[in-house]
């Protein structure tokens, strides 16, 4: 017997390509006492969607140049050897592997790779919808949440504190905000 097939309402099957400009791509680490957010501000990618949504893909890559933390001293030691190390790793990519419907929320699985390793990672991911723009186009949106180590991704720099504490945590938690153009 086979699975019924999967599909979001009103979304159809095609390309849709990120529109950076009304998309987001945001983190939050721990950095102190307090949690530090960033973003990155040159990032794209498209989703092609199947008629069945499990067998649809995605690809998107990320400048790890355009990290921007509101502190450029910050943002220039991320981008270093000693952090994301942009120079010899210039983009993280995330590559679909699966999609499946957790009882009307999604699950989107794919390989992570930054500074050079690849892991695979989940994403919780929220559709928001599909609708036409003002612009002759029609839009999907879609929210994704995730968390990672950065150890598992090969980035271990840190400063220790007094009592055992260290300046940066090892979970950093992703927040996508995204809107796809349909292509075709």
Request: proline content about 9%; glycine content about 16%; charged content about 10%.
């Given at each position: 017997?086979?699975?019924?097939?999967?599909?979001?309402?009103?979304?159809?099957?095609?390309?849709?390509a990120i529109d950076p400009g009304h998309s987001e791509v945001s983190f939050t680490v721990r950095h102190l006492m307090s949690k530090v957010r960033g973003t990155f501000t040159d990032f794209s990618g498209e989703v092609v969607v199947a008629d069945d949504l499990r067998r649809s893909t995605a690809h998107a890559q990320i400048a790890i140049a355009s990290v921007d933390t509101r502190n450029e001293q910050r943002d220039t030691h991320l981008r270093s050897p000693e952090i994301l190390h942009a120079e010899r790793h210039p983009h993280m990519t995330f590559q679909v592997t699966g999609v499946r419907d957790d009882?009307?929320?999604y699950v989107v699985a794919g390989d992570l790779?930054?500074?050079?390793?690849?892991?695979?990672?989940e994403l919780a991911v929220e559709f928001l919808g599909v609708d036409a723009d003002p612009w002759g186009g029609i839009r999907a949106g879609f929210c994704a949440t995730t968390q990672i180590s950065r150890k598992n991704f090969g980035i271990d720099f840190n400063i220790p504190l007094e009592g055992d504490k260290l300046l940066l945590g090892d979970k950093i938690d992703i927040?996508?905000?995204?809107?796809a153009v349909r292509q075709n």
């Open positions: 017997m086979t699975a019924p097939t999967v599909t979001l309402p009103g979304q159809t099957a095609g390309i849709w009882g009307g929320d790779t930054i500074a050079g390793v690849t892991r695979p990672v927040q996508l905000e995204i809107q």
